[in-house]
């Protein structure tokens, strides 16, 4: 099955900086590739997803970027708020069937 | 528009005891995601309805886990008996069509903790 794997485990940014996380995919028939956000007490929510015939997608401060010949894709947040603290988590499946997700990058933004 | 409902929100119990946790699906979601959330981990799916027939429950322990969606709209997920590595966050999503452009909205979950 599908196996996705996310670095860095924790990541911690002063306000204002950029935050990169990155996933890889192992299946290459995977071709959805959503972003969630978690905060505490709460249940995973889309911040920005990807499919697999774009390259890039924005939206505002968020961005993910997707390499399928490397099998891996990015989240990038820049000018970091500290609202923007709480788990992130990189997801990937095949169409829109079950989400495979990584482990998840705790971000913490410092005033 | 209300979200994904779930209760109860937290659950203590003692092992082998049974639990059982309720979903309230977006008015209109068709399709239905129980999953389980290990502590430090990411969710890992449990089940998957569409409308009310079970399209995938490979990862469902079947000995001792069932789940329910009658009517097609809300379910049941019951544990019996629940044992100590049970104890996890279990959440629920829905999603408006299968195949198409739709986003899993997830649940706040229900807490369980095995004693």
């Known amino acids: 099955g599908e196996n996705v794997e996310q670095h860095p485990s924790t990541l911690s940014v002063q306000e204002g900086d950029s935050a990169v996380i990155k996933c890889t995919y192992s299946?290459?028939?995977?071709?959805?590739f959503p972003w969630y956000k978690q905060e505490l007490g709460k249940g995973p929510q889309l911040i920005i997803d990807i499919r697999s015939n774009v390259g890039e997608k924005k939206d505002q401060r968020i961005a993910v970027t997707l390499n399928k010949t490397a099998k891996h894709f990015s989240l990038h947040i820049t000018e970091t708020q500290p609202e923007d603290s709480a788990v992130y988590f990189c997801a990937a499946s095949v169409f829109d069937y079950a989400l495979n997700f990584g482990k998840g990058t705790s971000l913490l933004v410092t005033p | 528009e209300a979200g994904v409902v779930q209760s109860p929100r937290y659950k203590i119990i003692e092992k082998k005891q049974p639990v059982a946790f309720w979903c309230n699906p977006i008015?209109?979601?068709?399709?239905l995601y129980w999953y389980l959330q290990n502590l430090g981990q990411g969710p890992e799916l449990l089940i998957r309805y569409e409308n009310e027939e079970a399209v995938d429950d490979s990862q469902l322990p079947k000995d001792r886990f069932s789940a329910e969606r009658l009517k097609g709209v809300d379910s049941t997920l019951k544990i019996q008996p629940a044992e100590l590595g049970d104890s996890a966050v279990y959440l629920c999503a829905s999603s408006l069509d299968l195949g198409t452009d739709n986003e899993q909205f997830f649940g706040p979950g229900t807490r369980l903790t095995v004693l």
């Open positions: 299946d290459s028939a995977s071709n959805y």
């Open positions: 008015s209109g979601h068709n399709t």
